[in-house]
């Protein structure tokens, strides 16, 4: 938004803006914030910056935690949910004592997989596209005790709710896909996200009702540059639940938070140029795409196992990528089939809009190392020459539901579990550290902090269907 600070302090003039509200990504994607009054928002700020502890956000060690955080004047933005006039930042972190850029700080990370790219002389830049598929609640419980544990969700769209009255415009299950109103209740909610969403600088393509009957929504936004992207998937999480929370309603963007029903992707559509041609390009190709498309999508696959530690890094997960379903499981790409990892959409076939799509990824994600694993292991590919097809990779565009079960198992499948992933990037992430984008301190605190935190909590707990299957015995 911004080009120069004297630009910046003339908007907290101009619009009487009370605070300045510095927000930062920690290492697991999400956002933690500091506020100061605009009184302070002077020249030293982006000299000195504010202190803050990155041991306790997954950053840094605890012997040596101490960082700073600056304003990015580019990603300013009126925070329209602050009841005092807020001026917020994304901000840019730096090591305390030399104040040189926090080089494995996620969104720093980021704008290194961008200046490695360029460096490589493939290309001038990348762009990208996320979708965005969340559910809405009325309202959210849930609770894990030594006694008991639970949740429960509360939907009036879902076809369950039909029981308890109302208007009777319930939708069934798996049969939310583009619903119009009455059945989709939540047009004007899409509506004021997309509305404070453009104010704040981030462009919507379009919004709908997605499949997932108790409320299930789909934003897209038009393609951009990885740095770019990564600040709208955190803009868009952010802006989704604080208007939710406004009606007195709960989002998740979990992957799997209902059985039974349609889990929560955020596929990434990309692409690379240099300069305006777009190098994924060719009017002869299989669909559409380039020799160097096709090496991109080979390095993808060939390290997509290694690639899911980083892109659905969660145990839930992979409750949403299962057989059997269309969820995208298997390691071949498809000219529009949606249970391919990469899908080529049918309807990007000009010189500017050819691209891939890569579906399995979600929101539990970071999204600048998302983003930025992707970018290096397409990289990769183009370098080594990677062609899919020689390496069993399709393109595969028949039913594969309808094959015979020695048919499938000729597929390359990619991890099923939160375990397998991780113990894929142990084994394949030497691509990550080229031109020393990611580092292996980094690998190896993102591996640690999973296994501990995450997968072996979830597996020393009972789960509730255990109690249906086994009480008894």
Known sequence: MFKSFEQAQQFVEEHNIQSIDLKFADLWGRWHHLTTPASQFAPKLMERGFGFDGSSVGLKNVKAGDMIMVPDLSTGFQDPFWDAPTLSFICTTLNADTHEIFDQDPRNLAHKAETYLQNTGIATESKWGPEFEFYVFESVSYENKMQGAGYRFQSQSAGWSSGTGGSGSHIPIHGGYHAAPPKDRHYNLRQEITHHLESMGVPVKYHHHEVGSPGQLEIETPLMGLVKAGDAVMLIKYTTKMVAARREKAVTFMPKPIFGEAGNGMHFHQHIFMGDENLFYDPEGYGKLSQTARFYIGGMLSHGAALLALTNPSTNSYRRLVPGYEAPINAFYSLGNRSAAIRIPKYASQPDTARIEFRPPDATSNPYLALAAQLMAGIDGIQRELD???????????????????????????????DDALQALKDDHDFLLAGDVFSEELIENWIEHKCEEEVEPVRAR????????????
């Open 388 to 418: 899919p097809t020689e390496l069993g990779f399709g393109p595969i565009d028949a039913d594969i539901f309808s094959w015979t079960e020695e048919e499938r198992a000729a597929i390359k499948p990619l991890p099923t579990s939160l």
């Open 462 to 473: 009972p789960h509730p269907y255990e109690m249906k299957l086994y009480f008894d015995v």
